[in-house]
Antibody, heavy 119, light 108 residues
Framework: QLVESGGGVVQPGKSLRLSCAAS????????MYWVRQAPGKGLEWVAV????????IYADSVKGRFTISRDNSKNTLYLQMNALGGEDTAVYYC??????????????WGQGTTVTVSS | DIQMTQSPSSLSASVGDRVTITCRASQSISTYLNWYQQKPGKAPKLLIY???RVQSGVPSRFSGRGSGTDFTLTISSLQPEDFATYYCQQSYSTPPLNFGGGTKVQIK
């Protein structure tokens, strides 16, 4: 199970940190994603982090502003979001990546947390 | 990144209809293609992985085909609970696992 928290209403230019608490599986074994969905729009991957935290990749739209991290001792994934703009308004999901049938899939998703950037 | 393009972006259909959604990759991805279903206010749910393998618990009316650059998701007989948005996702060149733009299936 994955449970996100930390969303809310924030002013443009401010910061917010999202958390994703994992349970029911060995968190430290898996790469993890943040995926977002703006109102009325499709799914957009935001960032991914390797199982050990050593490798991180960001979408161009958030590079330099967002930081993904994890604390395997706390079974928690984070997304630090800085310099927020209206384009960052979205529901943010965390998701687990696993191999299945020779391909990688996102098999477990959180319920999502809503971030609204507004003055 | 590999770009994924879905068509149509939306469609209207009736219960019992056969529905086919197309996904095209910007380069060959073999069968590294997954399909997800998302209902309003809910997280996406995996339907099909590796282009044609049905996820456990998914009804048999859902099927996937394709390889290379062209893929389809077919619902053989649309049910009321199938009205949702469907996304394809490539897993050939990862990370990232990027998505197509989605196809919204609406009631006619």
């Amino acid at each position: 199970q994955l449970v996100e928290s930390g969303g809310g209403v924030v002013q443009p230019g401010k910061s917010l940190r999202l958390s994703c608490a994992a349970s029911g599986f060995t968190f430290s074994d898996y790469s993890m994603y943040w995926v977002r969905q703006a109102p009325g729009k499709g799914l957009e991957w935001v960032a991914v982090i390797s199982y050990d935290g050593d490798n991180k990749i960001y979408a161009d739209s958030v590079k330099g502003r967002f930081t993904i991290s994890r604390d395997n001792s706390k079974n928690t994934l984070y997304l630090q979001m800085n310099a927020l703009g209206g384009e960052d308004t979205a529901v943010y999901y965390c998701a687990r990546e696993i191999p299945r049938g020779g391909v990688d899939i996102l098999d477990v998703w959180g319920q999502g947390t809503t971030v609204t950037v507004s003055s | 990144d590999i770009q994924m393009t879905q068509s149509p972006s939306s469609l209207s259909a009736s219960v019992g209809d056969r529905v086919t959604i197309t996904c095209r990759a910007s380069q060959s991805i073999s069968t590294y293609l997954n399909w997800y279903q998302q209902k309003p206010g809910k997280a996406p749910k995996l339907l099909i992985y590796a282009a044609s393998r049905v996820q456990s618990g998914v009804p048999s009316r859902f099927s996937g085909r394709g390889s290379g650059t062209d893929f389809t998701l077919t619902i053989s007989s649309l049910q009321p609970e199938d009205f949702a948005t469907y996304y394809c996702q490539q897993s050939y060149s990862t990370p990232p696992l990027n998505f197509g733009g989605g196809t919204k299936v609406q009631i006619k």
